[in-house]
């Protein structure tokens, strides 16, 4: 029995990582469609204040809420997914031992 088959997990670990580094470094690539309205949508309303001569502090709050919903949320995907991957590697651990354990010497 060879090592448990983990390598689909791995890379949807590596991509969920590169996603949340880029979601902290302010990047739009790794939101949903709906965050991006949303970002988009308090850009607008905010460079409309701006133009005004009024404050954007709304549209940064706006802004900053996204992000950091869709850093919790990236962060709860990576959490299950690692999860998932320690539960392969735990079954496949107890399946080893089993089968050592029923040998017949």
Not at 23 to 48: C, F, K
Not at 69 to 87: F, M
């Given at each position: 029995?060879?090592?448990?088959?983990?390598?689909?997990?791995?890379?949807?670990?590596?991509?969920?990582?590169?996603?949340l580094?880029?979601?902290?470094?302010?990047?739009?690539?790794?939101?949903?469609?709906?965050?991006?309205?949303?970002?988009?949508?308090?850009?607008?309303?905010?460079?409309?204040?701006?133009?005004?001569?009024?404050?954007a502090?709304?549209?940064?709050?706006?802004?900053?809420s996204?992000?950091t919903?869709?850093?919790?949320?990236?962060?709860?995907?990576?959490t299950?997914?690692?999860?998932?991957?320690?539960?392969?590697?735990?079954?496949?651990?107890?399946?080893?031992?089993?089968?050592?354990?029923?040998?017949?010497?």
């Amino acid at each position: 029995m060879g090592k448990p088959d983990t390598r689909r997990l791995d890379k949807a670990i590596r991509l969920t990582e590169r996603k949340l580094e880029a979601v902290r470094n302010g990047e739009m690539w790794p939101l949903t469609g709906q965050e991006r309205r949303q970002v988009l949508r308090a850009l607008a309303g905010g460079s409309y204040k701006v133009a005004r001569g009024k404050s954007a502090a709304r549209a940064e709050r706006q802004m900053d809420s996204v992000s950091t919903s869709a850093e919790t949320r990236l962060i709860a995907e990576l959490t299950a997914l690692q999860g998932e991957r320690q539960r392969i590697v735990t079954e496949a651990a107890k399946d080893k031992a089993a089968k050592k354990s029923s040998g017949w010497w």
